[in-house]
C-alpha cells in the first residue's frame, strides 16, 4: 500500500497556508482544534479507477507533493466528480497560483499537521476478497484475515458488485449533483446554518432507507431523480 510520504505531505502543507487550494475557498485544511477538515489530494489519480489516472506514472511521482493537492473535503468531491471541467492542467495551474509565496519553512507545527494529514488519508480497501490479504507487500505479513487498528485508519468496504457504489461513472456523476446542492444552499444567504450543507446527506438516507451507494444500480434513475428534485428546491434551482 503506497502513500505519500511524510516529507512530501510537509512541502505541501507549508506551501499551502492551511487552506483549500480552490480559488473559490478560503476553509482551513485543519481547524485551530486540530481537526482534519481538508484532504490530500492525487491531480493525477492514485489508482486506476480514479479520476485523471495517468497509468504511465510511477508510483513515486504518484505521491510526490508536486502531483498532490490540499482542498477540504467538499472541493475535493467536485473535483473528482467533474473531470471535464477539472483538468490535470487546470488543477496544475490552481496548484501553482495558490502555493505561489507560500513559506518554504519546515516548523514543528508543519510536522504536527503533515502527520495529522497523513493519518486521515491512510487507508485500507478490501475489494471482494477471497484468498490472503497482504498489506504493505512485498516484505508484509500475509494472512487470511486482517486486523487493522482503526483509530488511525480508515477501512473502507468496497461496494459489492451490480450496486451503484460498484459503478465509477454513477459516483462521480451523483456526487457531482451532491456539490451542486451544495453550492445552491451556500449561494442561499437567507440560512447560515452550517447543517444545510448535510441535509442532502440525511435526506438520502431517509428516503432509500440507507446508503444509496449500496443500492442495485436498477435504482440510478431513482436515485437521480430524487437529487434533481432537490436541486429544484432550492432558492437557487427555483
Not at 477538515?37 to 511521482?61: E, L
Not at 502531483?67 to 475535493?76: A, E
Not at 442532502?200 to 431513482?222: S, T, Y
Request: one cysteine or more; glycine letters at 6%.
Amino acid at each position: 500500500m503506497t502513500t505519500p510520504t511524510l516529507a512530501s505531505v510537509k512541502r505541501l502543507f507549508a506551501r499551502c497556508r492551511n487552506q483549500c487550494a480552490h480559488p473559490d475557498c478560503n476553509l482551513p485544511v485543519i481547524e485551530e482544534s486540530d481537526t482534519v477538515t481538508g484532504d490530500i489530494c492525487h491531480i493525477k489519480a492514485a489508482s486506476p479507477s480514479g479520476p485523471r489516472y495517468d497509468p504511465a506514472q510511477d508510483d513515486a511521482a504518484r505521491h510526490d507533493a508536486k502531483n498532490l493537492i490540499l482542498l477540504c473535503t467538499r472541493h475535493h468531491r467536485i473535483v473528482d466528480a467533474d473531470e471535464r471541467t477539472y483538468t490535470v492542467d487546470v488543477l496544475m495551474k490552481m496548484k501553482q497560483a495558490h502555493e505561489q509565496g507560500g513559506m518554504l519553512e519546515i516548523t514543528p507545527q508543519t510536522t504536527r499537521a503533515a502527520e495529522r494529514l497523513l493519518a486521515n488519508y491512510t487507508s485500507v480497501v478490501v475489494h471482494a476478497n477471497s484468498g490472503q490479504i497482504a498489506v504493505n507487500s512485498p516484505g508484509a505479513m500475509q494472512a487470511n484475515t486482517l486486523n487493522v487498528n482503526v483509530t488511525k485508519k480508515k477501512v473502507t468496504i468496497a461496494a459489492p458488485q451490480g450496486s451503484i457504489g460498484s459503478d465509477q461513472a454513477m459516483i462521480s456523476y451523483l456526487t457531482y449533483l451532491i456539490g451542486r446542492y451544495q453550492e445552491y444552499q451556500k449561494a442561499d444567504t437567507s440560512k447560515d446554518d452550517r447543517l444545510k450543507y448535510v441535509l442532502i446527506h440525511n435526506a438520502l438516507k431517509r428516503e432509500f432507507k440507507g446508503n444509496w451507494k449500496l443500492l442495485a444500480v436498477a435504482r440510478f434513475g431513482d436515485v437521480v431523480a430524487f437529487h434533481q428534485g432537490r436541486n429544484d428546491t432550492t432558492r437557487v434551482g427555483k
